[in-house]
């Protein structure tokens, strides 16, 4: 009863049957199409909402009590790219960019995914830390930093790998307007607060479930249209999308437990590790990859990782939570 309730909540939340919709336009050859501006403005309000919202949740929780927690979430957030990479280049033969956009999908996190754990942890009577909130914006920016790199390292022209190609490459995933609007914005909730978030409550949190919809009903587009690639490494990826989400999930768990979280907290970090971002993710990854094929980076976290997270795979980090806290 808790995986079908965890299952019809979060698989029938707007955001996904939007995304949905956007794949039923392409595969029925609807003419709907998003106009850049517009894509672009979404793109801007949801990075700013999720960082700001991550900033004032750290500045509710004190800087002392979610300061380990939070160094080790983002250090997770930051390896997951790194050895996925590889894997994925090498394992899977993937074209490097693609490697790294999805690696970087891979680090990064998902916030339904985070919600259902929560959901799901309340059900079952299990407390948990009220500041696990803030790993969600914390593990966003390492991640999709890593990626960045790793991706314009990749598609550097031969022999023009040198220094001031990696300075250049390294800039760009820093002060790109993605990273930039999300570390700055988690900065500004962070010195705000809650006084703040009172201010601006009204923008930035209770349009937002609307906004992500129509985002992932152009990300729907954007996967339909080249659905067909998805031929060429199918097997691989479903693999990759089940079994790496269980290694990062124990990998999680074992970190929260090391970080002094309780059984619930290690839970959630478990069940974030094992996530795959679909918003702040994709944004940054469209804007600064524009080569990456949308196909595979949002196929593997909409349609693989993140149904098999809902619905096994939560009981299951929570299960290995439970096997560390005995």
Same mark, same amino acid.
């Given at each position: 009863m808790e995986l079908f309730t965890a299952l019809s909540s979060n698989l029938l939340s707007p955001a996904v049957l939007f995304f949905a919709l956007g794949l039923v336009a392409v595969l029925?050859?609807?003419?709907l199409k998003f106009p850049e501006p517009l894509y672009v403005g979404m793109t801007i309000y949801l990075l700013v909402a999720i960082g700001f919202k991550g900033g004032v949740?750290?500045?509710?929780?004190?800087?002392?009590?979610?300061?380990?927690?939070a160094c080790a979430a983002m250090l997770l957030g930051a390896l997951i790219p790194a050895w996925t990479y590889p894997v994925l280049r090498f394992g899977g033969k993937l074209p490097a960019v693609d490697a790294a956009a999805i690696a970087a999908h891979y680090g990064s996190v998902s916030a339904v995914t985070f919600i259902a754990a929560t959901n799901y942890l309340n059900a079952i009577q299990q407390p948990y830390e009220s500041y696990a909130t803030a790993f969600l914006a914390v593990m966003e920016s390492p991640a999709i930093l890593v990626g960045v790199v790793l991706g314009k390292l990749a598609t550097t022209r031969a022999g023009l790998t040198d220094l001031s190609s990696i300075k250049s490459a390294a800039h760009e995933a820093l002060f790109g307007r993605s990273i930039f609007l999300l570390i700055g914005s988690l900065v500004a909730g962070a010195l705000c607060g809650k006084p703040g978030m009172d201010k601006v409550e009204a923008f930035f949190v209770t349009p937002f479930q609307g906004v992500l919809a129509l985002f992932l009903l152009e990300m729907g587009t954007v996967a339909g249209r080249r659905l067909g690639d998805l031929r060429k490494v199918g097997p691989f990826l479903l693999g990759f999308g089940v079994g790496m989400p269980l290694l990062h999930g124990t990998l999680g768990v074992w970190l929260g437990q090391l970080t002094g979280l309780e059984l619930g907290g290690a839970t959630l970090l478990g069940v974030l590790a094992a996530s795959a971002s679909y918003i702040a993710a994709p944004a940054a990854i469209r804007m600064s990859l524009p080569d990456a094929n949308p196909t595979l980076y949002l196929?593997?976290?909409? /349609? &693989?990782?993140?149904? *098999?997270?809902?619905?096994?795979?939560?009981?299951?980090?929570? /299960? &290995?939570?439970?096997? *560390?806290y005995p």
């Open positions: 029925v050859r609807c003419d949740a750290i500045a509710e929780a004190g800087l002392g009590q979610v300061w380990l927690p196929t593997a976290s909409l /349609a &693989i990782t993140f149904p *098999f997270n809902i619905t096994l795979g939560i009981p299951i980090y929570f /299960a &290995i939570a439970r096997w *560390f």
